[in-house]
T-cell receptor, first 113, second 113 residues
């Protein structure tokens, strides 16, 4: 298996622009997680899905952030409009069930100017 | 609520020596899992070791072992025969029933020749 795939690996955009991050989980994994990593706040869980259904989005910072999982093999995290404080590394991870090992993608480094 | 605390922001160890990274946690749940993840400069998050709270035996994976003290809510990671490739950020994480994975702030480990 290729592991969790994320794209793009790097994204540089200007404030106010829409940003879409993409994730393909490991086949057969029922859970998908989106995390954000910054120096100040460390690793934060933004949202997670079970069988394509959002279960907990309490970590989503504000209405500018939205996430979807239209099918078992694809998820997106969208920021609209983006702001400089959104600059971070965004990770996607998947696992077969809760309390099992989560497998992380390589992350997307986002820089909002 | 659940919390994870890593009190050592940075550590250094010489190659071939042993180092221990500390982690304490808090949860009101009886059923939970503890993890150590490694993040090398490549940024990839990699599972190092996993411990089920109901198991008294400490988990081991080759040169990596844990000291799990349930009553004290302590979960330290011991790295034996340290190698240059062990240089990374190490994150302690907790997942208990009804909660998603919660990470500590991390310990930056430098292995020197």
């Amino acid at each position: 298996d290729a592991g969790v795939i994320q794209s793009p690996r790097h994204e540089v955009t200007e404030m106010g622009q829409e940003v879409t991050l993409r994730c393909k989980p490991i086949s057969g994994h029922d859970y998908l997680f989106w995390y954000r990593q910054t120096m100040m706040r460390g690793l934060e869980l933004l949202i997670y899905f079970n069988n394509n259904v959002p279960i907990d989005d309490s970590g989503m910072p504000e209405d500018r952030f939205s996430a979807k999982m239209p099918n078992a093999s694809f998820s997106t995290l969208k920021i609209q409009p983006s702001e400089p404080r959104d600059s971070a590394v965004y990770f996607c991870a998947s696992s077969p069930r809760l309390q099992e090992t989560q497998y992380f993608g390589p992350g997307t480094r986002l820089l909002v100017l | 609520a659940q919390t994870v605390t890593q009190s050592q922001p940075e550590m250094s160890v010489q190659e071939a020596e042993t180092v221990t990274l500390s982690c304490t946690y808090d949860t009101s749940e009886n059923n939970y899992y503890l993890f150590w993840y490694k993040q090398p400069p490549s940024r990839q998050m990699i599972l190092v070791i996993r411990q089920e709270a109901y198991k008294q035996q400490n988990a081991t994976e080759n040169r990596f072992s844990v000291n799990f003290q349930k009553a004290a809510k302590s979960f330290s990671l011991k790295i034996s025969d340290s190698q240059l490739g062990d240089t990374a950020m190490y994150f302690c994480a907790l997942e208990s029933s009804g909660y998603a994975l919660n990470f500590g702030k991390g310990t930056s480990l430098l292995v020197t020749p």
